[in-house]
């Protein structure tokens, strides 16, 4: 519709072999262009730094997830092959399905019991193992590392509680990256962030040169 109107204020305008009527659609032309490109502009720039905000909350969660990580790794024993032990509710279990077994049965007392937060049911390869009364259980050190309970597999449950041990190495790096990640985002909506409108000049003029002609 605005474009059919334009149009016909074109014609109208040449029409009327007015000068100042004829410049007064240019104006306006060029005037509705630049509002509109504005308008996109400042659209972009909200989004960057809405994103901007997402980036710089994703840096510091994952600066924090290294840095617990990183303690844990450096406090963590071998419990891989002969060296598998896990002390559960006051037992050691050299015998993975046997300290499986344990932590399922552990852990399902804490279910029973109803008890508020984390209890304490054991340890594993220097950190915690913590269970609530919803049925999850952890590693707990710096950081917290789930772990799954196979309530049908005790030698399962105990390889996802190895898995869960294994798995700080790996969500180190994967921590690592994102926090570089998170850095370098932050840089390139920074710069989307604080750009100006380039065109801005030219929409300050269009504005100033069209309330002239309609004043």
Not at 35 to 51: D, I, T, W
Not at 77 to 98: E, Y
Not at 169 to 175: A, G, L, S
Request: hydrophobic share 40%; net charge negative; glycine share 6%.
């Amino acid at each position: 519709v605005g474009e059919q109107a334009l149009t016909f204020a074109e014609i109208k305008a040449i029409a009327s072999g007015n000068p100042l009527i004829q410049e007064q659609v240019e104006v306006s032309t060029r005037l509705q262009r630049l509002l509109a490109l504005k308008s996109e502009y400042l659209k972009s720039v909200q989004k960057a730094k809405s994103r901007l905000e997402e980036a710089h909350r994703s840096e510091l969660l994952n600066k924090e997830c290294v840095s617990s990580a990183k303690e844990d790794l450096a406090h963590i024993a071998d419990m891989t092959g002969d060296n598998f032990s896990a002390t559960i509710s006051g037992k050691t279990f050299s015998d993975r399905a046997k300290a499986g077994a344990a932590l399922i049965s552990a852990s399902g007392k804490v279910i029973k019991s109803g008890a508020d937060g984390m209890q304490k049911i054991g340890a594993f390869g220097g950190l915690d193992i913590e269970a609530d009364a919803s049925g999850n259980v952890q590693l707990h050190g710096s950081g917290i590392y789930p772990i799954n309970i196979n309530a049908d597999s005790a030698v399962g449950t105990a390889q996802s509680l190895e898995a869960a041990l294994r798995s700080i190495d790996v969500k180190f790096k994967q921590w690592e990256i994102s926090l570089e990640k998170s850095k370098d985002d932050q840089k390139k909506l920074a710069v989307i962030a604080d750009a100006p409108f380039e065109k801005q000049d030219e929409l300050d003029a269009a504005v100033k040169r069209n309330n002239e002609i309609l004043s």
